[in-house]
């Protein structure tokens, strides 16, 4: 069982940066594939990016490549998205979310457990 809590959301200016966080609970952190996904009204929830449990495999949206760099830090049980040089578009609710297997890293049902999400506004 793991737990996700993310942080970091807010509201930011257009070209502006913002570094989400999600903490995990267990022992097993390491063990983990982690992802970000996001969310807009209205829509699907979307992929964002992913880091394999070792951290030696990452893979981005086409939307956030260049921009966005997601990290890991399993001795604090973290991970994190930065996101940089933002545009209205990347508005949305942000959800972190962890797999035990290697699955379709870009489809939401690859994933077992989701964070309750975080708010990102930009604005023009």
């Known amino acids: 069982q793991v737990q996700l809590v993310e942080s970091g959301g807010g509201l930011v200016q257009a070209g502006g940066s913002l570094r989400l966080s999600c903490a995990a609970s267990?022992?097993?952190?390491?063990?983990?594939?982690m992802g970000w996904f996001r969310q807009a009204p209205g829509k699907e929830r979307d992929f964002v990016a992913r880091?394999?449990?070792?951290?030696?495999?990452?893979y981005y949206a086409d939307s956030v490549k260049g921009r966005f760099t997601i990290s890991r830090d399993n001795a604090k049980n973290t991970v994190y998205l930065q996101m940089n040089s933002l545009k209205p578009e990347d508005t949305a609710v942000y959800y972190c979310?962890?797999?035990?297997?290697?699955?379709?890293?870009?489809?939401?049902?690859?994933?077992?457990?989701w964070g309750q999400g975080t708010q990102v506004t930009v604005s023009s």
């Open positions: 267990g022992r097993t952190f390491s063990s983990y594939n």
């Open positions: 880091i394999s449990w070792n951290g030696a495999r990452v």
């Open positions: 979310a962890a797999t035990y297997y290697s699955g379709t890293y870009y489809y939401a049902t690859s994933y077992e457990y």
